[in-house]
């Protein structure tokens, strides 16, 4: 399985920025899928995971309000949607597939990762 992130950038702060992810296989619409953030010097942490369907959400404390997660199975596409942001945002994003089908927060439930997609936010 591969995942593809795309869709970073920079923006100024209370700017939004929509990033994307896709899988190269068919089987991840039948697995949860997260996103998390690293930040220079810092341990990569969960910002957000949705279940197979969609139909669970889950976000860190630090997101909720700002940044919404979706999927369209169809297409094999997921997205997060941040809006607000500041700069303590700034990180590489990395979308992640969970090894089962719900959605989780702990970075060993995830099984494949991408390879990230950096997010500036500048004050």
């Known amino acids: 399985v591969q995942l593809q992130a795309c869709g970073g950038g920079s923006v100024q702060t209370g700017g939004s920025l929509r990033i994307s992810c896709t899988s190269s296989r068919r089987t991840a619409s039948n697995n949860g899928m997260g996103w998390f953030r690293q930040a220079a010097g810092k341990e990569r942490e969960f910002v957000a995971a949705i279940s197979w369907n969609g139909g669970n959400t889950l976000y860190a404390d630090s997101v909720k309000g700002r940044f919404t997660m979706s999927r369209d199975r169809a297409k094999d596409l997921m997205y997060l949607q941040m809006n607000s942001l500041e700069p303590e945002d700034t990180a590489v994003y990395y979308c992640?597939?969970?090894?089962?089908?719900?959605?989780?927060?702990?970075?060993?439930?995830?099984?494949?990762w991408g390879q990230g997609t950096q997010v500036t936010v500048s004050s």
């Open positions: 992640a597939q969970n090894r089962g089908p719900g959605a989780a927060t702990i970075r060993s439930q995830y099984a494949y």
